[in-house]
């Protein structure tokens, strides 16, 4: 601190009850779930595993229990948008990782999305000339499409930072989609029909996995949900999600404390784009169709605002915010027409009001700093506050005390 | 498994190269009316570049809703024109009778645009600025209200494309290279020119002007100075609008049958590649990245033989360009610039 600064509050407890105020007013105290976040924080770890299993069970029961005011009958098959809500939700934890962790504004993700889609309906569907082979191959192959892509465009363009990355990923999006209008090879308008699906017959030798049942593939995408979700969880507690949070935060700062930034965006980017193309597979596997016209910006943008909706940089919110993003127009089927126009004035509403969307991500990080620092000062964890001091010498660091 | 898929994936890409195809003599016979084509259409996207890099050097964020201050101009010209009785083919008129339609309809477009300008400040960016958001909400309120405006005019109007209505006939006035070049063309491109110039103008010369320089250069100093910011980007905003509301007249002269709720998308995503390519913030890069767009967009369409190629071909060279130079052509900020 210099000595032209003048008066200062040094940052004793008071301060730092202050900032923990401020924060605690920031996590959805007002909300539906009033402090929800942090009782769960509270439990220990067993109790919250098994919360999760029953949770998990529920949420595997979900097509059979048909719960009377969720669902989305008459009007949608219930099942089906069971289906649609779990590929979103995919999606918007795939996006999470970039968006949430790293901070990469990615406008164009729609395009990995469509990668794992066509992938899968030119390697399952007999509209297409090329080899077939069966559908649960295509998944790992279209993650691998998807990422090679992703690392494609993120190699020569995450140098760029911020908007400019904006604008790059979103002509990559769009690019992708008059693509598959031009090339003759991708079928443009007329698309693919009968797109594969995984083996397996009941016992009365029904095909499982039909496109008009939506439950097999609801439990298929939720397990796949469950396992991205323990990976990503993995990945956001590791080195390398640490990389992701500080690149999040300050690019600067973290290359310059040794964070090999470009590194870890390509990282992001890749493990990002493979999840967008393995939900795309899925998408394209329950669907069982697939052209040109399901991949416009639109629905990129939808995508993101699904993420930011929900919560950047938490899981949770992610997958709240993907399901709720394919849910309402299916469960409000009247307002399906407008469903843009709400998405437009709910996203200006949640923005202005909840900036860090429905779930905010857990600043646990600087939670923890707060401890350590509290610890230093010597005070018990969460004490009562003092008053502030007021630095009036000129010359006089805080640091002295 | 993997050994067989692997070589039959080689085998199966598609080679037939039926859907790329380099027409070099295409491309040397249509030289000339491809140039004098993507001028036309880089003058309009400089335009709305323009109202994307004043809002980018003082606010530092996307505006993404200005693709539907443009085409709520666009709409603005629609409903004059209509008004007016005009119909698919232009009715013969005399030169001042034109000329007064088009004042009329510029000046309509223009106050429709700069109030929707003003509308989406007000509403998606002001708010948040009062609360201190962070930089990725006003993003997505920018989209948030981009999205409320093209479904409102969605609901209103519908999804095809409004009935085309011409202005006034092109009639040839230069012939270059054997190449015709029309009255319409010339009147965009000169117009075009004359309000960029003004407004390049306008900021280097007026105190306005200096006062936007000083919020994009430092928005604090700037207001200890007695520059009063908020008025500083509302003006921003509002010339913004004037310039999408100018290229809106343009744009509908051009295509007339492209006044749709979502026409204004591609085109502004092609306008902030616009301003980019010149280096953002930049009054006289959006200028030359405008251009640029058209022309390469032209060309490429003309040289792969399909009007789809225009965005993908302007998109790669915007790529290409940034990564060459990652701040742009002219790369220095609205703020930097001298006075």
Known sequence: MSTTDGPTLIPDDAAAQAIADREARMRPRRGWFPGLGDRWNALPRQTQWLILIVVVVIAYLLPILNPPLITTEPGNNWQIALAQMSVYALVAVGLNVVVGYAGLLDLGYVAFFALGSYTAAMLTSPDSPYVHIPYLWTLPLAMAVAMFFGVVLGVPTLRLRGDYLAIVTLGFGEIVRILATIIPAMKGQVGFQNVGHPPGTDSSGQTIFQNSNGTPWYWLTLTIIIVVLLAAGNLERSRVGRAWIAIREDEDAAEIMGVPTFKYKVWAFAIGASVGGLSGALFAGQVGFVNNQKFDIATSILFVAAVVMGGTGNKVGALLGGSLVAYIPLRFTAIAEFKYLIFGAALVIIMIFRPGGLLPARQSLLAYGRLAYNKLKGFAVGGSPASGKLVTQPGKEAGNE | ?339
């Open chain 2, 1 to 339: 498994m993997i050994s067989e898929v692997i070589p039959a994936l080689l085998h199966s890409v598609p080679m037939d190269d039926t859907w790329i195809t380099f027409d070099v003599n295409s491309f040397a016979q249509n030289f000339w009316s491809s140039t004098f084509d993507g001028l036309t259409f880089g003058a309009i996207y400089a335009l709305v570049a323009l109202g994307y890099t004043l809002v980018y050097g003082v606010l530092n964020l996307i505006n993404f809703a200005h693709s539907e201050v443009f085409i709520v101009g666009c709409y603005g010209v629609f409903f004059t024109l209509s008004a007016l009785n005009f119909g698919p083919s232009a009715p013969r008129l005399a030169f001042w009778a034109i000329v007064g339609n088009l004042v009329l309809a510029l000046v309509v477009a223009i106050i429709a645009s700069a109030l929707m300008a003003v509308i989406v400040e007000r509403v998606a960016y002001k708010p948040l600025r009062q609360r201190k958001a962070p930089r990725l909400a006003f993003l997505i309120t920018a989209i948030g209200v981009s999205f409320a405006i093209q479904y409102t005019i969605y609901w209103w109007r519908g999804p095809s494309p409004e009935a085309a209505l011409t202005m006034f006939r092109p009639l040839p006035i230069f012939d270059v290279f054997g190449t015709i070049v029309d009255s319409q063309q010339v009147v965009i491109v000169i117009a075009a020119i004359i309000l960029m110039i003004a407004t390049d103008q306008f900021i280097r010369r007026s105190r306005t002007g200096r006062g936007i320089r000083a919020v994009a250069q430092d928005p604090d100093t700037a207001t200890l100075m007695g520059v009063n910011k908020e008025k500083i980007i509302v003006t921003t905003f509002i010339i913004g609008g004037i310039l999408a509301g100018a290229a809106a007249l343009f744009y509908v002269m051009k295509i007339p049958s492209g006044v749709q709720y979502n026409g204004g998308f591609i085109l502004g995503v092609k306008a902030f590649a616009a301003a980019v390519l010149g280096g953002i913030g930049n009054v006289r890069g959006a200028l030359l990245g405008g251009l640029l767009i058209g022309l390469i967009g032209n060309y490429g369409q003309v040289l792969l033989g399909s009007s789809q190629w225009t965005d993908v071909v302007a998109f790669v060279v915007l790529v290409l360009v940034l990564i060459v130079r990652p701040e742009g052509i002219l790369g220095s900020s609205l703020g930097k610039s001298k006075a």
